[in-house]
């Protein structure tokens, strides 16, 4: 699976068009990334202290840091560069360029498209 999810872009792009900042947008995925990725670092840097107590607590905690702050950074970034220019709005991907089913485009009236098949024989 992709991430973001395909919803997330459109999502971001329904905040861009309703006047929301690069900033702004930036600021609130790396907020939502960080609410995750800042106890996972510190519950790495804790489990690698409690289980390697032989080990350097200071550089493992610039390396914890240091994984959180790419995790943080990654998705907001990616998000400003996607939704650095306004797009032009393309076709919709949920229609079919050929038409309905069975290729058949009818040019009947409503009226006669929803009376019964024996009212409308000639």
């Known amino acids: 699976m992709?991430?973001?999810p395909r919803a997330a872009p459109a999502a971001l792009g329904l905040l861009r068009s309703r006047g929301g900042s690069l900033c702004g947008?930036?600021?609130?995925?790396?907020?939502e990334t960080a609410v995750l990725a800042v106890p996972a670092a510190a519950a790495g840097w804790a489990s690698a202290v409690l289980l390697l107590p032989e080990g350097r607590a200071l550089p493992a905690a610039l390396a914890s840091g240091a994984v959180a702050?790419?995790?943080c950074c990654a998705l907001p970034l990616r998000a400003v560069y996607v939704h650095r220019r306004p797009r032009v709005h393309g076709g919709r991907d949920d229609l079919s360029a050929r038409g309905p089913p069975g290729?058949?485009?009818?040019?009947?009236?409503?009226?006669?498209?929803?009376?019964?098949?024996w009212a409308t024989r000639s």
């Open 69 to 71: 702050l790419i995790a």
């Open 103 to 117: 290729g058949v485009r009818s040019r009947t009236s409503p009226v006669r498209a929803c009376s019964p098949s």
């Open 2 to 4: 992709a991430w973001p």
């Open 25 to 31: 947008i930036a600021g609130r995925l790396f907020a």
